[in-house]
Every structure is written in structure tokens, then in C-alpha cells.
């Protein structure tokens, strides 16, 4: 993971250059509609503070944390927010939010460690909360282009949620990159928390 924030670190504004202008609306589309109206929203690697800008002009209240201390200084003056420089490890919200924005974020942690982070994710919602997740679609895991990744398919998803007790898929689905310049196949899935 430290080579990922590095990365983050190193190429700020570039990532942030590619991403804050991409046309996520079809995936908002799919979080939104299991939102309640004004409901508490943690961007869970905010990146360039593009979801959480969006999220916050729609009327929801917006948590926003990421590893990298760099894209966090460029959220906050982007978003107005105080992003917080957060590791997923360090996660320790109970039972706080209606919602969680986890879009091609987890995708960066190492598929053995998977499945305790997002025991932490689903700790922090409320009953019924929803969690947003998107990683690129296929079966690897590893180091690419200087950072870890790990791909999951519709399968290893629900291999990885059916782990963890109290979680259901409500719905999933693939979306092209929305960046113009990318041909990546992105995997979206809702969870929902009984």
C-alpha cells in the first residue's frame, strides 16, 4: 500500500487533471437511488474531491478521507471540506453513515486484506446503510503501474462479500472508464447492510 500513496503522492495533479471532470452520473445514478434524502455520505478515497463536490452540491452531508496526503490538500481546495488523511486500516466509524462512496478505491488493497477491510467499511454504516464499490473488472491481483490493484469479476465479488455476515448485493453491474482517454471495464456493485 505505501507504493500506491507514494504514487498518489507523486502524481497529484496529474490525477487529479485526469478525474475531476470524468461524467460519473451513472453511477451516482445507481448510489442515490438507496440514499435517503440529505443522508451522511463518507467518501471513501475521495481522490480529487470530484464525488464529494458533487455529493455536497446534491444537498448530502460529506465525510471525505484518503491515504494520500497530497490529494487530500487538492480535495479540500477543490471541495471547501476538511478531507482527512486517512488510511482504510485506520477506519473507526461505528454505525455513522446512510452511505459510503468507495469508487475505485478499495481496488487498492491486496485481495487477502479485502475482505477485514471492508468488515471495517461495514462497520461505519448505519442498518440498511448502502456501500458503492467499483474496481476494474477481471481476476488479478497485483502490482501494476506502480501501484496494487486488485480486479474483481462479478464471481469474486460475491465470493468476497458473502464473507461478511449481514451483506447482500442489490445491485451490480459494468460501465466503461469514464475518462476519455481509457478503455478499462469497470465493475459497480451496491451492497446493502441488514
Not at 30 to 40: I, S
Not at 56 to 77: F, P
Request: charged share 30%; proline share 2%.
Amino acid at each position: 500500500m505505501d507504493k500506491t500513496i507514494e504514487y498518489y503522492n507523486n502524481n497529484s495533479q496529474d490525477f487529479f487533471e485526469s478525474t475531476v471532470n470524468a461524467d460519473m452520473a451513472e453511477q451516482y445514478k445507481m448510489f442515490e437511488k438507496y440514499l435517503p434524502q440529505e443522508g451522511h455520505i463518507l467518501d471513501l478515497g475521495c481522490g480529487s474531491g470530484r464525488d464529494s463536490k458533487y455529493f455536497l452540491d446534491k444537498g448530502y452531508c460529506v465525510t471525505a478521507i484518503d491515504g494520500s496526503e497530497e490529494l487530500c490538500r487538492l480535495a479540500r481546495e477543490y471541495t471547501g471540506l476538511d478531507v482527512q488523511q486517512m488510511f482504510f486500516e485506520e477506519l473507526d466509524f461505528e454505525n455513522e453513515f446512510d452511505g459510503i462512496w468507495a469508487c475505485a478505491s478499495l481496488l487498492h488493497v491486496p485481495r487477502e486484506r479485502l475482505e477485514d477491510i471492508l468488515k471495517k467499511v461495514i462497520r461505519a454504516l448505519v442498518t440498511e446503510g448502502i456501500l458503492y464499490i467499483s474496481f476494474k473488472y477481471g481476476d488479478y491481483s497485483g502490482e501494476r503501474n506502480g501501484r496494487v490493484f486488485t480486479d474483481l469479476d462479478e464471481e469474486t465479488l460475491r465470493e468476497v462479500i458473502g464473507k461478511i455476515p449481514g451483506c447482500e448485493i442489490v445491485e451490480v453491474g459494468t460501465s466503461e472508464d469514464a475518462r476519455a482517454d481509457r478503455e478499462d471495464v469497470w465493475l459497480n456493485a451496491v451492497v446493502r447492510i441488514a
